[in-house]
T-cell receptor, first 115, second 113 residues
């Protein structure tokens, strides 16, 4: 059973550029959530995808968008990058049934630096 | 407005002793609580959870206690080991499967040999 994998591990962009981050969910999981973790803070919820549709969104502007694919993998896209977007981006997958349905399992994250 | 608070940024304990990590929350709609451990350059790893219908859940060296009236939970690690040194996050979610997680800022635990 493979865990949650994210790519790339590190990324450097300049202000105004666009970025795409990728996530493969854990085997058997059909829901993917994305979080942003700024330095010294806890992860903050960006949005969640279930059955290829957005299923909840945190307090992030529309330039943060996402996709979920039929194999439950997901992408996070950020347009018009700002300096404050520099953070660790975490993807988490979870199941909708079973005893572990409330538990989200995280990948190692993508460290994004915006210069 | 921080709904999940971990007011102590760090904790240092001696190997073999008990570590007690505290967490407070303000949103009474939260009904499921989780603890995650995070090492540098890794993602958060799920440790233990508790539903609001319980006041205690135990898994090996880890026990989580929930006091709903005080909106307070704590993680006890007994005995503490040097490998437990990490950042610990408290998280809370609402009703229903896959509700979003709201995290605290984390506590850095150092276990001294």
């Amino acid at each position: 059973e493979t865990g949650v994998t994210q790519s790339p591990t590190h990324l450097i962009k300049t202000r105004g550029q666009q970025v795409t981050l990728r996530c493969s969910s854990q085997s058997g999981h059909n829901t993917v959530s994305w979080y942003q973790q700024a330095l010294g803070q806890g992860p903050q919820f960006i949005f969640q995808y279930y059955r290829e549709e957005e299923n909840g969104r945190g307090n992030f502007p529309p330039r943060f968008s996402g996709l979920q694919f039929p194999n439950y993998s997901s992408e996070l896209n950020v347009n018009a990058l700002e300096l404050d977007d520099s953070a660790l981006y975490l993807c988490a997958s979870s199941a909708t049934k079973g005893t572990a349905k409330n538990i989200q399992y995280f990948g190692a994250g993508t460290r994004l630096s915006v210069l | 407005d921080q709904q999940v608070k971990q007011n102590s940024p760090s904790l240092s304990v001696q190997e073999g002793r008990i570590s007690i990590l505290n967490c407070d929350y303000t949103n009474s709609m939260f009904d499921y609580f989780l603890w995650y451990k995070k090492y540098p350059a890794e993602g958060p790893t799920f440790l233990i959870s508790i539903s609001s219908i319980k006041d205690k859940n135990e898994d090996g060296r880890f026990t989580v206690f929930l006091n709903k009236s005080a909106k307070h939970l704590s993680l006890h690690i007994v005995p503490s080991q040097p490998g437990d040194s990490a950042v610990y996050f408290c998280a809370a979610s609402g009703t229903g499967a896959n509700s979003k997680l709201t995290f605290g800022k984390g506590i850095t635990l150092s276990v001294r040999p």
